[in-house]
């Protein structure tokens, strides 16, 4: 992707957050609500195949550049930026991982937002320690059946599929041998027990969820062999890692902004608070510290793969 198409992409980006996002951003978190309308312009402008390549109907991104989108959409709403961010590693971890046939079956859908969903790893009693899962899914005949809880799975509610971490071998030492990921999708047996309330990031949606005799069918195995799951979710999850350092960004950039505006019209002993030379110490210091947080985001030029 050339420095041109960057610039359109960002350009495009800036013209949908400034026109139909901002307006009803403090209302859509306020109330907790779901941005659907949004939603489907972002899948027009093909946002959730970022980095999905070219010939399965992504737009190919470097992380370069999709570390400048998800800081942009930050500095909007963060809430957005985990719209597409767990779908992405969904994504990614199919796209490096997948068979040939689950990239063409997936991919296509995954970057028109079809397919549209995120990552089930954590589970009431494991979230950093993910071999401690307890969700097992056992193969019969040519489906496996999953049987689990999960928690705090974000874009579960609406979303129709997830990456799920499971053991299909709940024996085995070291345990990650015995862990496999799959594609599930929404079907009977795939339930959400209930939406969790968060005290900001409010509107995405974050769920927890029981699989009680859920069939997966064997062709949903990511890579088709068993055992190497947790690898598989690990490679995705730098790709989220890249997308929360640069939401912090976002966030940095967005607070400075209304900083400064905020000192400008505040007025203390006859002159604006950004007059006061404390202040302005203070501006400049934040200042500083977000120029340097985005030059940190340097990050390879060549699509992601
Ligand atoms: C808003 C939100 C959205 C989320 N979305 C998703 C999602 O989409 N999918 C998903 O699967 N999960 C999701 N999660 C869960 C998230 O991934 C977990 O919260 C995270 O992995 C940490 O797990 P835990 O909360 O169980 O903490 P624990 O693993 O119980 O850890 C508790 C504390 O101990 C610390 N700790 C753990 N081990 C060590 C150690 N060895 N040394 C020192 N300190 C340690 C941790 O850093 C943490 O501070 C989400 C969480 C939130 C809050």
């Given at each position: 992707?050339?420095?041109?198409?960057?610039?359109?992409?960002?350009?495009?980006?800036e013209?949908f957050?400034?026109?139909?996002?901002?307006?009803?951003?403090?209302?859509?978190?306020?109330?907790?609500?779901?941005?659907?309308?949004?939603?489907e312009?972002?899948?027009?402008?093909?946002?959730f195949?970022?980095?999905?390549?070219?010939?399965?109907?992504?737009?190919?991104?470097s992380?370069?550049?999709?570390?400048?989108?998800?800081?942009r959409?930050?500095?909007s709403?963060?809430?957005?930026?985990?719209?597409i961010?767990?779908?992405l590693i969904?994504?990614s971890?199919?796209?490096?991982?997948?068979t040939?046939a689950q990239?063409?079956?997936?991919?296509?859908?995954?970057?028109?937002g079809?397919?549209?969903?995120?990552?089930?790893?954590?589970?009431?009693?494991?979230?950093?320690?993910?071999?401690?899962?307890?969700?097992?899914?056992?193969?019969?005949?040519?489906?496996?059946?999953?049987?689990?809880?999960?928690?705090?799975?974000?874009?579960s509610?609406?979303?129709?599929?997830?990456?799920?971490?499971?053991?299909t071998?709940?024996?085995?030492?070291?345990a990650?041998?015995?862990?496999?990921?799959?594609i599930?999708?929404?079907?009977e047996?795939?339930?959400?027990?209930?939406?969790?309330?968060?005290?900001?990031?409010?509107?995405i949606d974050?769920?927890?969820l029981?699989?009680?005799?859920?069939?997966?069918?064997?062709?949903?195995?990511?890579?088709?062999?068993?055992?190497?799951g947790?690898?598989?979710?690990?490679?995705?999850?730098?790709?989220?890692?890249?997308?929360?350092?640069?939401?912090?960004?976002?966030?940095?950039?967005a607070?400075?902004?209304?900083?400064?505006?905020?000192?400008?019209q505040?007025?203390?002993?006859?002159?604006?608070?950004?007059?006061?030379q404390?202040?302005?110490?203070?501006l400049?210091?934040?200042?500083t510290?977000?120029?340097?947080s985005?030059?940190?985001?340097?990050?390879?030029?060549?699509?992601?793969?």
């Open positions: 992707m050339s420095n041109d198409n960057d610039a359109i992409i960002l350009d495009a980006l013209k957050l400034t026109a139909e996002v901002d307006p009803f951003v403090h209302d859509l978190e306020a109330r907790d609500e779901y941005p659907h309308e949004i939603v312009k972002m899948k027009q402008m093909g946002l195949g970022c980095i999905i390549a070219e010939e399965y109907g992504g737009l190919g991104l992380t370069s550049t999709y570390a400048k989108i998800v800081t959409i930050t500095r709403w963060m809430s957005l930026s985990g719209i961010n767990s779908h969904m994504a971890a199919v796209q490096r991982h997948g040939d990239k063409q079956h997936y991919l296509p859908r995954f970057a028109t079809e397919l549209r969903g995120g990552v089930g790893l954590t589970e009431p009693d494991c979230g950093t320690d993910l071999q401690a899962v307890r969700t097992v899914a056992k193969r019969v005949g040519d489906d496996y059946i999953v049987n689990g809880t999960k928690t705090w799975i974000t874009n509610l609406h979303g129709n599929c997830l990456a799920l971490l499971v053991k071998d709940p024996k085995t030492t070291p990650h041998k015995g862990m496999s990921l799959f599930a999708e929404k079907r047996g795939f339930t959400v027990a209930r939406k969790l309330e968060k005290l900001g990031y409010r509107g974050t769920c927890e029981l699989f009680q005799d859920y069939h997966v069918p064997a062709d949903c195995l990511i890579g088709g062999v068993e055992g190497r947790l690898q598989q979710i690990l490679s995705g999850l730098e790709l989220g890692r890249i997308n929360v350092a640069a939401r912090g960004v976002g966030v940095a950039e607070a400075l902004d209304l900083a400064v505006a905020y000192s400008q505040r007025k203390t002993f006859g002159k604006p608070i950004c007059e006061h404390a202040i302005q110490l203070k400049g210091e934040m200042a510290r977000t120029a340097v985005y030059t940190h985001l340097t990050l390879p030029t060549t699509p992601y793969v």
